[in-house]
């Protein structure tokens, strides 16, 4: 994971720092620490000895950032470089806090890449600090996030679209989960039985349609079952509902 890589690193360092300069400790990691691994996760790895103000990043930063293998000098600024404009003067700030004071980093950032599509990174860090508090060593991972980003993208808009289709219906529409609670109901839904929204949510179906489960009006707000929904799911059908004042209202479900 990436905070196994980072702790790893950061142990490197501690270990070895009297003894290695950062360009052994950069091969002693990565002799640890295939390409190959790294490629399957999209993880790429980093390193920056703050006081030589070195950095080194693995192969699968420079694939991840657009870079060719060793095209790029490892530097700050070919960072920023790939970084979205909108966000360099927040990773530049970033980095400053993580020196002077913070002990570690988590941020996501949008990558311009040549062909001008964008990617997402999520870029991890802990920093290692002297007696006197200043920072020695900073070492992170960054991880190409774009397919979870689209995901999310996609959620929300499928989800914005759902409830804008639902929200504006004339019929009342409730969603309820595998043990019949109510997980969504439409302003419909709500007029027609009386509640608020707040009211409903959460609480179980058989609430508003007992009629739905046959002669079952006694039992607890949470006794539906799978095999009642079952008989009810999907199966047009006329009952009765009940309103929150008590009275009944006939009913179609489909």
């Excluded at 707000?221 to 199966?235: E, F, P, S, Y």
Aim: aromatic share 6%; net charge negative; proline share 4%.
């Amino acid at each position: 994971s990436a905070t196994d890589l980072i702790r790893a690193l950061v142990k490197l360092y501690q270990d070895n720092a009297s003894t290695l300069t950062p360009d052994p400790l950069h091969s002693l990691f990565h002799d640890s620490h295939p390409p190959a691994a790294q490629r399957i996760a999209r993880l790429g790895s980093w390193e920056w000895d703050v006081k030589s103000d070195r950095i080194h990043w693995s192969a699968e930063f420079d694939h991840i950032m657009g870079f060719g293998r060793d095209s790029v000098p490892a530097t700050f600024p070919a960072f920023m470089d790939r970084l979205h404009p909108d966000e360099r003067i927040q990773a530049k700030d970033a980095i400053d806090r993580l020196v002077e004071a913070g002990d570690a980093i988590d941020v996501t950032h949008r990558l311009v890449m040549p062909d001008g599509t964008l990617r997402h990174v999520q870029i991890l860090g802990l920093t290692t600090r002297a007696a006197d508090g200043r920072a020695q060593f900073v070492a992170g991972t960054i991880q190409d996030i774009t397919e979870r980003k689209q995901a999310e993208v996609a959620l929300r808009e499928s989800e914005e679209r759902w409830a804008s289709v639902v929200g504006s219906a004339s019929e009342g529409i409730i969603v309820i989960d595998d043990r019949g609670c109510i997980e969504a109901i439409n302003e419909a839904g709500c007029l027609a039985f009386g509640y608020d929204r707040d009211e409903l949510i959460g609480s179980n179906v058989i609430r508003l349609i007992p009629g739905a489960f046959g002669d079952r009006r006694d039992r607890p707000v949470h006794a539906v079952d799978a095999d009642d929904l079952g008989r009810v799911v999907g199966i047009r059908r006329r009952v009765t509902g009940v309103r929150h004042d008590g009275s009944q209202a006939p009913l179609e479900l489909s």
